[in-house]
């Protein structure tokens, strides 16, 4: 899945050596990134494994290539340094693997990695269409859902049960409202 990887990484390569995707002057892709990040992202990995995208002057980075995901992220990750952005993020997630650098990011890959291996991954399957049901059987024909509360309500409940063997579904509405407004005041701060 294509990644906006300006909040992940920096320096990234020669700007004039990256394809841009087209965008309006001065504003560059912002509105576009404001009415629909996906299909913004799905124009840009059409247009090339590395794509750039322009918020006005700040230069995103956009790629589904996980060849150049692992070799940015994992063997050539000491050469780069992440965005200054991400200290928006410091007081919601703290320092963990998304905002941490250097020896305190690799001994946070290690502790997870495991929860990552190829097996475990498949064996969470069970549990991801176990939920998934779940959460669609509340759902009645004909209404209106809000599509992305359900889904983070959702993701929250994967997580519960596939990191921790629990049942947070009862918790998992509220908690999805919370990181909502989080999520919504962070992306108004940044492209304001």
């Avoid at 299909?39 to 794509?51: G, I, M, N």
């Avoid at 410091?90 to 998304?98: A, D, Q, R, S, T």
Wanted: glycine letters at 6%.
């Amino acid at each position: 899945m294509a990644s906006i990887a300006n909040a992940l990484v920096s320096p990234p390569p020669p700007v004039m050596s990256v394809p841009a995707l087209a965008g309006l002057p001065v504003l560059g892709n912002l509105l576009d990134f404001r009415r629909d990040r996906l299909a913004l992202q799905d124009r840009a990995v059409k247009l090339a494994p590395l794509t750039r995208v322009s918020l006005i002057h700040i230069p995103l980075y956009v790629s589904a290539d996980a060849d150049l995901a692992h070799r940015v992220l994992v063997e050539d990750a000491a050469s780069y340094q992440k965005s200054a952005g991400l200290l928006y993020l410091m007081p919601l997630l703290g320092e963990g693997l998304l905002t941490s650098e250097g020896a305190t990011h690799k001994r946070h890959r290690k502790l997870l990695a495991p929860a990552f291996a190829p097996k475990r991954l498949a064996a969470y399957g069970d549990t991801m269409v176990a939920e998934t049901t779940e959460q669609m059987s509340r759902w009645k024909a004909g209404t209106e859902i809000d599509l992305s509360r359900e889904m983070m309500e959702l993701t929250l409940a994967i997580a519960g049960k596939t990191m921790f063997n629990a049942d947070v579904r009862s918790d998992a509405a509220a908690v999805a409202g919370g990181l909502e407004l989080a999520m919504q005041a962070m992306v108004a701060n940044l492209t304001s």
